[in-house]
Nanobody, 123 residues
Framework: VQLQASGGGMAQAGDSLRLSCEVSGSSFSRYVMAWFRQAPGKEREYVSSINRSGNQAFYADSVRGRFTISRNKAQNTVALQMDNLKPEDTALYYC?????????????????WGLGTQVTVSS
């Protein structure tokens, strides 16, 4: 399974960015999908996840109400719409795929990882 993330970039506080992750090499519908992020000098942290059917989404408290995760079965992609960005959202964002539960927030629950895409938010 290969995951390719894109869409990162630079933004100012209050702006929006949309990340996308394309999954190839296996049946997309088998996997719970998630986004994690890692800021410099910090541990990797959970951001959001979505179940296999796409009808349940879960969020870290720090992003709830600002970020929206979605998945597109026809395109084998998962997206993270990030609105009202804050400087503390600055991090390398990773998409991940796993076969656990849609609410899984532990990185250990995910078997496949993409290379990160950088998001930098200035104040």
């Amino acid at each position: 399974v290969q995951l390719q993330a894109s869409g990162g970039g630079m933004a100012q506080a209050g702006d929006s960015l949309r990340l996308s992750c394309e999954v190839s090499g296996s049946s997309f519908s088998r996997y719970v999908m998630a986004w994690f992020r890692q800021a410099p000098g910090k541990e990797r942290e959970y951001v959001s996840s979505i179940n296999r059917s796409g009808n349940q989404a879960f969020y870290a408290d720090s992003v709830r109400g600002r970020f929206t995760i979605s998945r597109n079965k026809a395109q084998n992609t998962v997206a993270l719409q990030m609105d009202n960005l804050k400087p503390e959202d600055t991090a390398l964002y990773y998409c991940a795929a796993g076969q656990s539960f849609g609410s899984s927030s532990s990185s250990g629950a995910y078997d496949y990882w993409g290379l990160g895409t950088q998001v930098t938010v200035s104040s």
